[in-house]
T-cell receptor, first 115, second 118 residues
Framework: NAGVTQTPKFQVLKTGQSMTLQCAQD?????MSWYRQDPGMGLRLIHY???????DQGEVPNGYNVSRSTTEDFPLRLLSAAPSQTSVYFC??????????????FGNGTRLTVT | AQTVTQSQPEMSVQEAETVTLSCTYD???????LFWYKQPPSRQMILVIR??????QNATENRFSVNFQKAAKSFSLKISDSQLGDAAMYFC???????????????FGTGTRLQVTL
C-alpha cells in the first residue's frame, strides 16, 4: 500500500548540475503531476500527464522536463539547476474518468536546494 | 482562471476549542471540487475534507466540517475540539470537474498556519 513514492527526500545541487526527481505510484492512476511549493505561494503546477506517453506543461514549466513511459512512473528532470529552483517538489496522482474525479494523492515531497 | 485566497496567514487556537479557517475562491464554473489539505511539519500533504460544488450539504469528517457558501464563493474549515496534532499548515484548493489538461490541476491558496496552544 505504498501510494505515491518520491525519491530522494533531500537533494543539494550546484548551479548548472542536472538531476532527476523520481515519482512512482502503484494505484494505476492515469493522471500524474508535479508541483513546487515556495513560501507564501502555495503549490504551483509544473508539468502533468493524463496517461502513458502524454505530457503537458503546467503554470511554471521552464527549466524542467518530464516523460511518462509507463503508467507508474513520472520523473521530473532539472536540465541545468538554478538557485530559483530551490523549492519543495511534490508529485501527485489521481484516477481520471468521466464524471467525478478521485482526490489527488501526494508523495512526501523532495526538498531541493541549489547553491 | 481560478484563484483561491486564504486571508489568514496565521491562526491560533487553544486545545479543545474551535477554530475556523477562511477561504474564498473565484471561478466562472458551476461545478467543481473544493478541498482542505493539511501539511504538518513532516511536509506530507494530507487530505482533510472534500466538497463537491453540486452538493448543497456541507461535508464533515469527524471534528472537521466546512461551511460552503456557493453564491458567496466561500469555503471555510471548522475544526472542533482542537488537538495538538492539528497544528499544521492548512491549504484550501480548487479543482475543476473537467477531465482535460490543466483543468485537472489543483489551484491552491497560500495557506494558513495553525498553532494549537495548551
Amino acid at each position: 500500500n505504498a501510494g505515491v513514492t518520491q525519491t530522494p527526500k533531500f537533494q543539494v545541487l550546484k548551479t548548472g548540475q542536472s538531476m532527476t526527481l523520481q515519482c512512482a505510484q502503484d494505484m494505476n492512476h492515469e493522471y500524474m503531476s508535479w508541483y513546487r511549493q515556495d513560501p507564501g505561494m502555495g503549490l504551483r503546477l509544473i508539468h502533468y500527464s493524463v496517461g502513458a506517453g502524454i505530457t503537458d506543461q503546467g503554470e511554471v514549466p521552464n527549466g524542467y522536463n518530464v516523460s511518462r513511459s509507463t503508467t507508474e512512473d513520472f520523473p521530473l528532470r532539472l536540465l541545468s539547476a538554478a538557485p530559483s529552483q530551490t523549492s519543495v517538489y511534490f508529485c501527485a496522482s489521481s484516477r481520471t474518468h468521466r464524471g467525478r474525479k478521485s482526490p489527488l494523492h501526494f508523495g512526501n515531497g523532495t526538498r531541493l536546494t541549489v547553491t | 482562471a481560478q484563484t483561491v485566497t486564504q486571508s489568514q496567514p496565521e491562526m491560533s487556537v487553544q486545545e479543545a476549542e474551535t477554530v475556523t479557517l477562511s477561504c474564498t475562491y473565484d471561478t466562472s464554473e458551476s461545478d467543481y471540487y473544493l478541498f482542505w489539505y493539511k501539511q504538518p511539519p513532516s511536509r506530507q500533504m494530507i487530505l482533510v475534507i472534500r466538497q463537491e460544488a453540486y452538493k448543497q450539504q456541507n461535508a464533515t469528517e469527524n471534528r472537521f466540517s466546512v461551511n460552503f457558501q456557493k453564491a458567496a464563493k466561500s469555503f471555510s474549515l471548522k475544526i472542533s475540539d482542537s488537538q495538538l496534532g492539528d497544528a499544521a499548515m492548512y491549504f484550501c484548493a480548487y479543482r475543476s470537474v473537467e477531465d482535460t489538461g490543466t483543468a485537472s490541476k489543483l489551484t491552491f491558496g497560500t495557506g494558513t498556519r495553525l498553532q494549537v496552544t495548551l
